[in-house]
């Protein structure tokens, strides 16, 4: 499984950007996927999982200000990401897993199995 990010940049706050990963060799017909971040010095957390059905579930911080999606016909998984804040800065994976309920809602980054190399969103005020 290959999963590349891209679409990361410098933006000021109350910016937008879209992040895109190209996702490839992925055969489960059941899955979940998601968008974590891992902030300098900190731990990375969960931003935002969807699962094969469109089910969608966001961390607290972004939620009404980000939105997770996905183009089945191209194999990309997407995160718009609006109003942006300097406490947005970031490194920001994708991730995917089988479909496991629990394991999928959790935006626990240990619970995903495949991972891209990440790309930095830097938010200035």
């Known amino acids: 499984v290959q999963m590349v990010e891209s679409g990361g940049g410098s933006v000021h706050s109350g910016g937008s950007l879209r992040l895109s990963c190209a996702v490839s060799?992925?055969?489960?017909?059941?899955?979940?996927m998601g968008w974590f971040r891992q902030p300098p010095g900190k731990e990375r957390e969960g931003v935002a999982t969807i699962n094969n059905n469109g089910g969608t579930r966001y961390a607290g911080s972004v939620k009404g200000r980000f939105t997770i999606s996905q183009d089945n016909a191209k194999n990309t998984l997407y995160l718009q990401m609006n109003d942006l804040k300097p406490e947005d800065t970031a490194m920001y994976y994708c991730?995917?897993?089988?479909?496991?309920?629990?394991?999928?809602?959790?935006?626990?980054?240990?619970?995903?199995?495949?991972w891209g190399q990440g790309t930095q969103v830097t938010v200035s005020s």
């Open positions: 991730a995917a897993r089988s479909y496991s309920s629990w394991e999928c809602w959790s935006l626990i980054a240990h619970n995903f199995n495949y």
């Open positions: 060799g992925y055969t489960y017909s059941s899955y979940c």
